[in-house]
């Protein structure tokens, strides 16, 4: 048996089958009327959703509508001016990034955001290095603690690469990987954290039809090995065909939320992406 074989890509808390964990309905994040305000403007206006363990959702709207503002709420880069965000039943709001990530939070950004100058595996570990505790110490002087995290690093980073399915470019520069390769690296920088929850941000942007239908059997796979998954994403076709359930944004309003076929077919919804009024929709 490969070391790839004997090591879950996930840990082992996060397993749980899907279907199970649906049919459970756990809380895993409540986004509860939250209001965000720049000025005068307001970005967020009341916004009120839950995320389940173990399920796909989506979060969509047209250009503008909020989506990735919430995202930024969510993972400590912006703080709601009203409401609440708790995470694994914890308030998160006032609580730095990083302490986000550590309890099981991770995400992607709508424009790629990698170190160039390192390799696709060296881009993975310091995912990996967000749980390590060895001290500045022990890393000076390279004791067995810290000399075991950085083994256990590498192994991680081998086997996401291989999950995402670029395990051939580890040893390259992310600055000389295709575009949809550098999202593959992305998500598997995620993962590294060992989380439970991924929030992927427009993943597909820029992707050819193969690249999406790719993409979303790989979000399956990430589901499948016990990773809830939040997804923003303009492709309509692939938020159809993956998500369990969806919430709809407009000018930073929540005007529908459902299955995919109640949301496709919701009034409010059409009239938002075809920008015609509510009661010709």
């Known amino acids: 048996m490969s070391e790839t074989e004997q090591k879950p890509v996930v840990p082992a808390q996060a397993t749980a089958p899907a279907a199970e964990t649906m049919k459970n309905r756990e809380p895993l994040l409540e986004v509860d009327n939250v209001t965000l305000r720049f000025g005068g403007v307001v970005a967020l206006d009341k916004v009120d959703f839950t995320l389940y363990k173990g399920e796909i959702l989506g979060l969509i709207g047209p250009n503008g509508a909020g989506k990735t503002t919430c995202f930024n709420a969510m993972t400590g ?58 001290s500045v110490i022990s890393a000076l002087f390279r004791l067995p603690r810290h000399r075991r995290e950085e083994r256990e690093g590498r192994e991680k980073a081998q086997r996401l690469l291989e999950f995402v399915g670029i395990p051939h470019r580890l040893h390259e520069y992310a600055r000389n990987l295709s575009y949809g390769e550098q999202r593959r690296l992305e998500i598997a920088r995620a993962l590294a954290t060992d989380p439970v929850l991924l929030c992927l941000d427009e993943p597909a942007a820029g992707f050819n039809p193969a690249e999406k239908e790719e993409l979303l059997q790989l979000i399956r796979q990430i589901r499948d090995q016990g990773v809830t998954v939040l997804l923003i994403e303009h492709d309509m076709r692939l938020v159809m065909g993956v998500t369990d359930r969806i919430v709809v944004l407009e000018f930073g309003k929540k005007i529908a939320e459902g299955l995919p076929a109640e949301v496709r077919d919701n009034p409010k919804v059409i009239a938002a992406y075809l920008g015609v009024p509510d009661d010709a929709a």
């Open 77 to 134: 880069i912006y703080q709601p001016t009203e409401g609440q965000i708790r995470f694994r039943g914890e308030k998160i709001s006032g609580k730095k990034r990083h302490q986000i990530t550590q309890m099981g939070m991770a995400r992607t950004f709508q424009n790629i955001r990698l170190f160039p100058e390192m390799t696709a595996l060296e881009n993975v570990q310091v995912g990996a290095d967000a749980h390590h505790k060895t």
